[in-house]
């Protein structure tokens, strides 16, 4: 990152992926499916995206990990009966056929077990969300799903020292082209995460 090679990037990392300043980008499955299709060069010229998914890198079987998020779902503090019509709605749009047309007409990915065994059957229109669905399903059958069940606390560091290395990172590489120590440079990035400990 301090030589310029890897961009800490805006949360979901496809504006860098859609203006040709990266070839890849690791992201969640949603961000994926939020892609344009066509990459925009700063000369104005455009060509296809032509993206792929593809699992997470893993050292071997016993150590394939990957992340698991879901969308906030959320109704307000109401009357019973606003809260019941919350439950109800919720429980239809889930419902394992509902999500699965809900899927392939909206581009996104089931948000329960049955459901997303559902989709085998079905063929994507486009090939950029069929290898998405192609890449979670290897991912779920080789893969030990962890939980982003974190604390506030933990995930206030976790974004102020993202926000923290995107607000150095530019400067980190001139001072290393410039001749700078790469080890100095380092020490300055593990400070930051240091003092959020």
């Known amino acids: 990152m301090i030589k310029g090679h890897i961009s800490a990037s805006d949360f979901y990392s496809s504006?860098?992926?859609?203006t040709g300043e990266t070839l890849i980008g690791v992201s969640s499955s949603a961000a994926y499916l939020y892609l344009n299709d066509i990459v925009t060069y700063p000369d104005n010229t455009t060509e296809p995206l032509n993206a792929i998914a593809l699992p997470y890198p893993k050292a071997d079987k016993d150590h394939a990990l990957m992340t698991q998020a879901g969308v906030g779902l959320c109704a307000y503090k109401t009357t019973e009966q606003k809260?019941?019509?919350?439950?109800?709605?919720a429980h239809w749009l889930v419902e394992p056929k509902r999500n699965v047309d809900f899927v392939i007409q909206g581009g996104y990915m089931p948000v329960t077990k049955k459901a997303f065994k559902n989709l085998k059957n079905e063929k994507f229109e486009d090939e950029e969300t069929q290898s998405l669905y192609n890449t979670l399903t290897e991912m779920k059958s080789d893969y030990t799903v962890i939980s982003r069940d974190v604390t506030y606390a933990v995930s206030r560091k976790a974004y102020t020292f993202y926000d923290q290395i995107r607000k150095n990172q530019s400067q980190w590489q001139a001072r290393y082209e410039a001749g700078e120590d790469m080890d100095v440079?380092?020490?300055?990035?593990?400070?930051?995460?240091?003092?959020?400990?």
Do not use: R
């Open 15 to 18: 504006t860098q992926l859609t």
């Open 83 to 89: 809260q019941e019509a919350a439950s109800v709605f």
């Open 185 to 197: 440079l380092v020490q300055e990035a593990m400070d930051i995460l240091k003092s959020l400990s």
